[in-house]
Every structure is written in structure tokens, then in C-alpha cells.
């Protein structure tokens, strides 16, 4: 883990609006888009809070 993470997350907001202006979505792509990255978010942070439960 990096010694900022501060930093790090700010990074990583950065890089992905880049990717996001480069991607020229239109509105609808753009909500798609979002849509689709809040659920994939959601199966991730459930799958790291079943991973953390079962260490305990």
C-alpha cells in the first residue's frame, strides 16, 4: 500500500477523468458508463467485505 494513499486515490480520480474525456462519450454512453462502473464497484467492495469477514 502507498505511503499516501491521499495521493494515490487523487491520482486515480485523475487518470480516469482523462480516460473518460478521451472516451467522447455522449450523455447516454456517459450514464451507461456510469451505471455500469457502480455496480461493478459494488460486486467488488462486497467481495472484498466477504474476504475481510472471513479472515476474522
Request: without cysteine; glycine residues 6%.
Amino acid at each position: 500500500m502507498p505511503d499516501d494513499l491521499t495521493a494515490t486515490l487523487n491520482a486515480g480520480v485523475y487518470i480516469l477523468l482523462y480516460l473518460i474525456g478521451e472516451a467522447d462519450f455522449d450523455r447516454a454512453g456517459l450514464e451507461q458508463f456510469i451505471e455500469e462502473v457502480t455496480a461493478y464497484t459494488e460486486q467488488w467492495l462486497a467481495a472484498r467485505r466477504s474476504e475481510a469477514a472471513a479472515q476474522r
